[in-house]
């Protein structure tokens, strides 16, 4: 089971089931600052060596959001760099993670449905992590 004592880093706030939907109906969602946290690699110079990733963050605009989806556009990132295979890496929009990185790189998995709040509330409450 999780312990969050292990680790000293501040606890996460997730997302209300739903919300990006409610951001999006109340048209206030696309365009919003999007922070993301990437562990990506980079190429070492000169080499074709990656050299392991570091924390880097970003800062993107939100294009749009389907069911499943939350959809940026990496190529009008406006601040900051993520490394190469940052899949997973957390996103924040005010605060919250919202979502996480995924391939291609323009659209990331939601955190505030119903499966993946399950899923990581159930974590959170003591519960094995899935094999």
Not at 17 to 41: N, R
Not at 100 to 118: I, K, M, N, W, Y
Request: proline share 8%.
């Amino acid at each position: 089971s999780f312990d969050p004592g292990t680790f000293d880093v501040p606890p996460v706030q997730l997302p209300e089931q739903g919300w990006l939907d409610h951001l999006d109906a109340a048209g206030s969602l696309i365009k919003m600052p999007l922070h993301l946290v990437g562990y990506g690699s980079e190429r070492q110079e000169g080499t074709a060596f990656f050299v392991p990733g570091y924390r880097k963050t970003a800062l993107t605009g939100i294009t749009g959001l389907d069911p499943n989806w939350l959809f940026h556009s990496p190529t009008e990132v406006w601040t900051g760099d993520t490394g190469v295979a940052d899949s997973g890496s957390p996103q924040f929009l005010t605060g919250r993670a919202v979502s996480l990185g995924s391939f291609p790189g323009r659209q990331a998995q939601r955190l505030d449905t119903v499966s993946e709040l399950s899923f990581l509330n159930g974590l959170l409450d003591g519960g094995d992590c899935p094999n």
